[in-house]
């Protein structure tokens, strides 16, 4: 089981980005997908996740209504697009998966994550 994540990057207030996270080793449409976040010094985040089977999804009272989640299961990759970003986002964004249907159970495999720095 393994999880890529990419797409991170420097962005200005106000600006968009897509990260994907690409899963090997299993087909993650049968399993919750996460993005999570941490600041250095600061406990990690949840930030979205997307369940496995009816998709449904979950974000952080933070980012709603500027961020989504997504699921391509061709690809067998998930998205997070994030907009209208704020300096508050900075952080390392990790994709996780509990390798369980629900958002609810604890992650059990991480990628790496992937920095997203939002400044002027």
């Known amino acids: 089981v393994q999880l890529q994540a990419s797409g991170g990057g420097s962005v200005q207030p106000g600006g968009s980005l897509r990260l994907s996270c690409t899963a090997s080793?299993?087909?993650?449409?049968?399993?919750?997908i996460a993005w999570l976040r941490q600041v250095p010094g600061k406990d990690r985040e949840g930030v979205a996740c997307?369940?496995?089977?009816?998709?449904?999804?979950t974000y952080a009272d933070s980012v709603k209504g500027r961020f989504t989640i997504s699921r391509d299961n061709a690809k067998n990759t998930v998205y997070l697009q994030m907009n209208e970003l704020k300096p508050d986002d900075t952080a390392i964004y990790y994709c996780?998966?509990?390798?369980?249907?629900?958002?609810?159970?604890?992650?059990?495999?991480w990628g790496e994550g992937t920095l997203v720095t939002v400044s002027s």
């Open positions: 996780a998966t509990p390798l369980e249907r629900l958002c609810t159970y604890g992650m059990s495999y």
């Open positions: 997307v369940n496995g089977g009816d998709a449904s999804t």
């Open positions: 080793g299993f087909t993650l449409d049968n399993y919750a």
